[in-house]
């Protein structure tokens, strides 16, 4: 079993900037990939963006290239994400996703562990 725990979320003006950790505990030598997804109110939950714990493979959907990167600390265990430039539209929980095998990064099916996730509320 695999315990993801969230932190770092918060209400932050258009413009402005937050860092989300992902903390894993428990059997984290067998995750593949890490991933953020997010849901918004009234909408599905969506893939935000991906690492591989080996290599320095990312992955990021459209709407957050440029402004969002994904990073991880393989001694802490811990996977970030720098939020950058936010927008009003990037309001929503975000969650942290592991997966144990390799897969597609954008889909959530191929994660079995998720966080029980973290507010982010940008205001205009």
């Known amino acids: 079993q695999v315990q993801l725990v969230e932190s770092g979320g918060g209400l932050v003006q258009a413009g402005g900037s937050l860092t989300l950790s992902c903390a894993a505990s428990?059997?984290?030598?067998?995750?593949?990939?890490m991933a953020w997804f997010r849901q918004a109110p009234g909408k599905e939950r969506g893939f935000v963006a991906g690492?591989?714990?080996?290599?320095?493979?990312?992955y990021y959907t459209g709407s957050v290239k440029g402004r969002f990167t994904i990073s991880r600390d393989n001694a802490k265990n811990t996977v970030y994400l720098q939020m950058n430039s936010l927008k009003p539209e990037d309001t929503a929980v975000y969650y942290c996703?592991?997966?144990?095998?390799?897969?597609?990064?954008?889909?959530?099916?191929?994660?079995?562990?998720w966080g029980q996730g973290t507010q982010v509320t940008v205001s205009s």
């Open positions: 428990g059997r984290t030598f067998s995750n593949e990939m």
């Open positions: 996703a592991a997966a144990p095998y390799s897969s597609s990064f954008y889909s959530q099916n191929s994660y079995d562990y």
């Open positions: 690492i591989r714990w080996s290599g320095n493979s990312t």
